[in-house]
């Protein structure tokens, strides 16, 4: 993501020093997601963004609902750890 496709999130009423720390979190959010292996983030995509259940996803990919909770957690985990060193 460039620093342009940014410029929609650009809340006019904010001050200079909040604009470029919300770009900078978004930027930082980015680039986690970026580092993220691909089952990550088909479970997270699948999960948050097409609100499928536990269930639909583990018939998706041929695992046990109990091991989809699972891989959320490892994702959900991966994804925090990874914006918080970006944070840092």
Do not use: C
Not at 12 to 32: G, I, Q
Not at 55 to 76: C, D, F, H, N, Y
Request: hydrophobic share 35%; aromatic share 6%; net charge negative.
């Amino acid at each position: 993501m460039d620093s342009e496709s940014l410029d929609i999130f650009e809340d006019r009423s904010d001050t200079p020093e909040v604009w470029v720390l919300t770009k900078e979190r978004l930027e930082n959010t980015h680039k986690a997601w970026q580092g993220l292996d691909e089952k990550s983030k088909i479970i997270l995509t699948w999960k948050y963004h097409l609100k499928l259940t536990d269930s639909e996803i583990a018939s998706e990919m041929g695992i046990k609902p109990g091991s989809v909770r699972m891989a959320l957690t490892r994702a959900r985990n991966s994804f925090k750890k990874k914006v918080q060193e970006l944070d840092s």
